[in-house]
T-cell receptor, first 114, second 111 residues
């Protein structure tokens, strides 16, 4: 069973541009969680998608958005990039199908905003 | 955003020593998790705790879910150089889906 995969590994953008990050959950699992790990701020919950719907959202501005596709893979979009958006973006997939199941993380996408 | 209080922030120990770190919160959690993160990689799950008072081991690692459901600790016995990394506690409550993380404990082991 494949684990959580993310792409790209690294992404470099300039201020004002848009970034798109991708995640594939554990095969057959319907939920995807996104987290931001910025330097000095720790891991912060961003978004939770399940069965194609946004189920919960962290304390982030609307320019952070995403979607989930019928195959349960997910995209995180960050519009109007700011310098402080530079971070490691992590995707997680629960072991089972429930929101309370243990979350397993992918390797992350390192976003650098210049 | 909300974070758990994790301590110590960093530790520098000799190979073979035991290590202890803990997390506390002002609110109750249903699940406590401990992850280890190496530089440039995603967190890897070490131990998951689901019941108050639960004590669980994974090799040289032992973790406990506090009776009050507001705290957890992780012990590492007989540390080795590959234990180096950042250890995070995480709590989950209800069915919000989100994990709330501690600030991390950076562990360095001197051979």
């Amino acid at each position: 069973e494949a684990g959580v995969t993310q792409s790209p590994t690294h992404l470099i953008k300039t201020r004002g541009q848009q970034a798109t990050l991708r995640c594939s959950p554990i095969s057959g699992h319907t939920s995807v969680y996104w987290y931001q790990q910025a330097l000095g701020l720790g891991l912060q919950f961003l978004l939770w998608y399940d069965e194609g719907e946004e189920r919960n959202r962290g304390n982030f501005p609307p320019r952070f958005s995403g979607r989930q596709f019928p195959n349960y893979s997910s995209e995180l979009n960050v519009n109007a990039l700011e310098l402080e958006d530079s971070a490691l973006y992590l995707c997680a997939s629960p072991q089972g199908g429930a929101s309370t199941d243990t979350q397993y993380f992918g390797p992350g996408t390192r976003l650098t905003v210049l | 955003g909300q974070q758990l209080n994790q301590s110590p922030q960093s530790m520098f120990i000799q190979e073979g020593e035991d290590v202890s770190m803990n997390c506390t919160s002002s609110s109750i959690f249903n699940t406590w998790l401990w992850y280890k993160q190496d530089p440039g990689e995603g967190p890897v799950l070490l131990i998951a705790l689901y019941k108050a008072g639960e004590l669980t081991s994974n090799g040289r690692l032992t973790a406990q879910f506090g009776i009050t459901r507001k705290d957890s600790f992780l012990n590492i016995s007989a540390s080795i150089p590959s234990d180096v990394g950042i250890y995070f506690c995480a709590g989950q409550k209800g069915n919000t889906g989100k994990l709330i993380f501690g600030q991390g404990t950076t562990l360095q082991v001197k051979p």
